[in-house]
């Protein structure tokens, strides 16, 4: 089969190279990929969110089978205009990947469905947000409704920082037509868990869970980021816990589109905060997390290309989906500044990995035949083993065979997983 996947980053990177692995594949084009992708699929210079130009590139070349990864085409619609062209895709139609598209209709969706979440406001006025923030209690979570690259979620202490938030969002307009409604919502605490979800909107299958580390600096410090890092599986998602989410939320959710007449169909995800009175929705992605998917695909045995036809095809429940028993680890290197400013232009050099370690390149070019740093993420060096504590030390290990100039690490990733595991 001929395959698109849409996107250039590491996310992408990782579907590609698992899809390789199908015998069913024939060809992947990549758009507009990156340089590490342009040695797994052969990369088009087509951005990720023009519909048009994508959709035109399927035709022309008879694709089979279109993977859309990023959000921003699916919000848009690339979908729904590929299905149009008779292009068998994975990835939800725009009114089903609305769910991560807007705040405050997952919010609404989950409140009108009974589905643990945060408590919240919502507001289009940025004098009436005020005024409810100077009665709330702090900290408090503000949101902006639509698509922010992961930066629209302010945690405010108080509320001179909660004002300062609202006036960026509502007022400056720093996340554009995005920051229009906003979501004020209570502040949870507990553990935080990312479960992706194959889904065909019948049947929901999800996979290994995984723990994120969204903080630029050691020991959770610095700014928030894409992600600097994530293991799997998360050792607070216990088979206890995976049955209660299940139940309360994982079919819920599935239901609750079908009856608003959204049907998802793709990797629905789940983050989770597992609070002392039981896991609650943080938010929904309508598609792969990223860096979360360095790990998880890496522990898929089944073959993922069968998966997402037969997601497609809704007939996942046919479908075997089968993770093996152990773990993994992703370390991002970035560039040193991110998410600030930072230099790129710089050489990756890459020496021999053990078997068992691998590269999923996100901000890289090709340039002059040399693959060269273009973003603030550059690599995600990950390793699989046949526990945590190996995964973890591997993935360092292949760290250390890779270089550039102005490379930033945390140093911690997965520590705070194997205290947790240590001290069960």
């Known amino acids: 089969m001929k395959i698109m996947v849409v996107g250039g980053g590491g996310r992408e990177h990782a579907i590609i190279k698992k899809l390789k692995e199908s015998p069913k594949t024939e060809k992947i084009y990549a758009l507009p990929g990156n340089g590490g992708i342009s040695k797994d699929a052969e990369c088009v210079n087509i951005g990720a969110k023009d519909i048009e130009a994508i959709t035109k590139f399927a035709v022309d070349n008879k694709i089979d089978f279109a993977v859309v990864a990023p959000d921003d085409p699916l919000v848009m619609g690339a979908v729904d205009s590929l299905h149009k062209e008779g292009i068998k895709c994975f990835g ?4 089903a990947a609305i769910i991560e598209g807007s705040k405050v209709f997952s919010k609404n969706l989950m409140k009108k469905y009974n589905i643990p979440t945060a408590e919240y406001e919502v507001f289009s006025n940025p004098d009436d947000a005020l005024s409810y923030l100077k009665e709330a209690s702090y900290p408090t979570v503000i949101k902006a409704d639509g698509l922010a690259l992961g930066k629209g979620v302010i945690i405010c202490p108080d509320y001179k920082t909660a004002e300062e938030a609202i006036n960026s969002i509502m007022n400056d307009k720093i996340f554009g037509d995005s920051g229009n409604n906003i979501v004020i919502e209570e502040f949870l605490t507990g553990p935080e868990v990312s479960v992706l979800c194959f889904t065909d909107g019948k049947t929901i299958v999800p996979m290994v869970s995984s723990m994120d580390h969204k903080r630029a600096l050691d020991n959770d410090e610095g700014l928030n980021t894409g ?14 816990v995976a049955k209660e989410c299940m139940e309360k939320i994982f079919i819920p959710t599935i239901n609750a589109m079908n009856k608003e007449n959204r049907t998802f169909k793709g990797c629905l995800y789940f983050g989770l905060m597992l609070t002392d009175k039981g896991p609650k929705v943080i938010e929904y992605n309508c598609r792969f997390g990223d860096p979360e998917t360095q790990v998880v695909l890496p522990l898929l045995k089944s073959d993922l290309l069968e998966i997402m036809l037969a997601v497609e095809e809704e007939r996942l429940s046919e479908i075997n989906v089968e993770f093996s028993k152990g773990a993994a680890c ?20 890459e020496e021999e990995l053990d078997d068992n370690a691998f590269i999923y390149h996100a901000g890289t070019k090709m340039q002059d035949g040399k693959i060269v740093t273009s973003g603030g993420r550059v690599l995600g060096v990950c390793a699989t083993a046949d526990n945590l504590e190996n995964a973890i030390k591997d993935a360092y290990k292949a760290v250390g065979k890779v270089h550039f100039q102005n490379s930033y690490t945390r140093t911690d990733i997965g520590k705070k997983a194997l205290n947790i595991l240590n001290n069960k």
């Open 330 to 349: 992703c370390v991002v290197m970035a560039s040193n500044g991110y998410p600030q400013k930072y230099d790129t232009g710089f050489e990756v050099i």
């Open 227 to 240: 992600g600097m890092g994530t293991i799997a599986p998360n050792p607070c998602y216990t088979e206890e």
């Open 92 to 95: 939800p139609e725009a009114k």
